[in-house]
DNA sequence: GCCAACGTTGGC
DNA sequence: GCCAACGTTGGC
């Protein structure tokens, strides 16, 4: 089993949408990096642990435990032209944007930044380091172990 | 709003 | 294949 963060503006999918959804479990929809794609298509499974953090707001911060809830499909979003993750390249045929399901395992206490950078043994973590973008990261079973214990 | 850091695009 | 220009991310 392996773990990740995925982060999420709150404007656009917010940990309490989660909790709102059907099923609590929402397609992880608009991602539009290759690289967070194929952690997706290529290395997530099913049961996977799931940091839910919120970026660019007032706290970012880890605010919730999730799963990955299925196996990789195309990303909808692709296809619709009125969205902003429209991607006219991609063909029914051959997607270029695939996702998973997230669901939510609980809604936490919120973990600032501020606070995870406070701990000498998360400082290895992919998005503590400095100009690291990318919306989906790993994240190795001690960091998982060491957060989820201070999120009890 | 600023700006550093990064990814992508496109001309050559 | 290189690399400058541009667009985006995301903390502050």
């Known amino acids: 089993m392996a773990y990740w963060l995925m982060k999420s503006e709150p404007d656009e999918f917010s940990i309490d949408d989660l909790v709102a959804a059907p099923k609590q479990s929402t397609p992880w929809f608009g991602v539009r990096n290759y690289m967070a794609r194929n952690y997706m298509r290529d290395s997530m499974k099913v049961g996977d642990g799931v940091l839910f953090y919120h970026s660019s707001c007032e706290v970012p911060g880890i605010y919730g435990l999730a799963k990955v809830s299925s196996t990789p499909y195309p990303d909808d979003s692709q296809f619709q032209k009125k969205s902003p993750y429209f991607d006219p390249k991609a063909k029914r045929e051959e997607p270029r944007w695939m996702l998973v399901d997230v669901k939510l395992d609980r809604k936490t206490r919120v973990m600032p930044l501020s606070e995870m950078r406070e701990h000498p043994e998360l400082a290895d973590m992919i998005t503590l380091k400095k100009g690291n973008r990318l919306s989906i990261t790993p994240v190795t ?12």
């Open 141 to 152: 079973p001690a960091e998982w172990k060491f957060i989820a214990n201070l999120l009890k």
